[in-house]
């Protein structure tokens, strides 16, 4: 009886939890950010070893949509660390210089991005940075540098020191740049949705309701059929069969009585 008691409740378990992976291809590093602000925000979310294959994000079915959405207010999953050393390996060949400082200026907009989103209140940062590839050869003027940021921020931070904090930051991240070409735009995060919608059809816990009640019948049926079995309710059973058996056979009698009148 207990075998099959805990073969009812694992059915119920596994009728209820339902897996969707939202992330895969992930480092170490990657997964638990994500993990960790679906769980801020009351969405629980597990994370898999895949080996080679990196590392994935699994939430419940039901969650899926507004995991997807955190995660895009939240610029998740973020790129990954960004070395110069990693932009120039020593077995790679040899790239025209032109490639080279189009590389290298792409991992200092990286390196800048992941620099921003340190400071206190920002959730995401994206920079750009003017460049000339043809500057400096040929004896052409290198043109002035121009900087742009953009970035979201959440919590109670003031949006005018915030501006000031990134410009200053970026000034002083190149040799020659002028304050007045640097812009920076912030924005407030949205407010998040922290409860699942309702879904018509499903029960609070996100479990469809007739998948609920075919589990439910599933186990009464199964209950009813051990008991049966081991003899405690065959007698019972058959009493009431041959109950309903004498009324059938009573009632055909008294409709043949009828007719012979």
Not at 194 to 204: A, F, L, N, V, Y
Not at 241 to 255: D, I, L
Request: aromatic share 6%; charged share 25%.
């Amino acid at each position: 009886m207990n075998k099959l008691a805990g073969m009812v409740m694992l059915c119920l378990a596994l009728a209820g939890c339902k897996q969707e992976s939202l992330l895969q291809g992930l480092d170490q590093g990657q997964a638990n950010e994500v993990v960790a602000v679906l769980h801020r925000h009351n969405i629980d979310a597990g994370k898999r070893d895949n080996g080679k294959n990196g590392y994935s994000v699994d939430v419940g079915e039901p969650d899926f949509a507004a995991a997807v959405d955190i995660l895009r207010s939240y610029d998740l999953p973020s790129r990954k660390s960004v070395q110069i050393a990693d932009l120039f390996p020593s077995d790679s060949l040899v790239a025209s210089p032109r490639a080279e400082k189009a590389r290298l200026y792409s991992g200092i907009e990286q390196r800048l991005e992941q620099s921003l989103r340190t400071i206190a209140g920002v959730v995401s940062a994206r920079v750009h940075v003017s460049y000339d590839l043809d500057a400096g050869e040929g004896g052409r003027k290198m043109p002035p540098v121009h900087l742009s940021a953009l970035a979201s921020y959440e919590g109670d931070v003031d949006s005018a020191v915030l501006i000031n904090d990134i410009k200053r930051f970026l000034k002083n991240s190149f040799a020659e740049v002028e304050y007045d070409n640097i812009s920076v735009v912030v924005s407030r995060r949205s407010a998040l949705q922290h409860e699942t919608p309702r879904q018509i059809g499903k029960s609070d816990d996100g479990m469809p309701a007739a998948g609920i009640l075919v589990v439910l019948a599933a186990a009464v049926g199964a209950l009813a059929w051990f008991w049966y079995r081991r003899g405690e309710g065959r007698g019972a059973l058959e009493s009431v069969g041959e109950r309903v058996r004498g009324k059938v056979q009573e009632e055909r009698g008294g409709a043949r009585d009828g007719k012979t009148d």
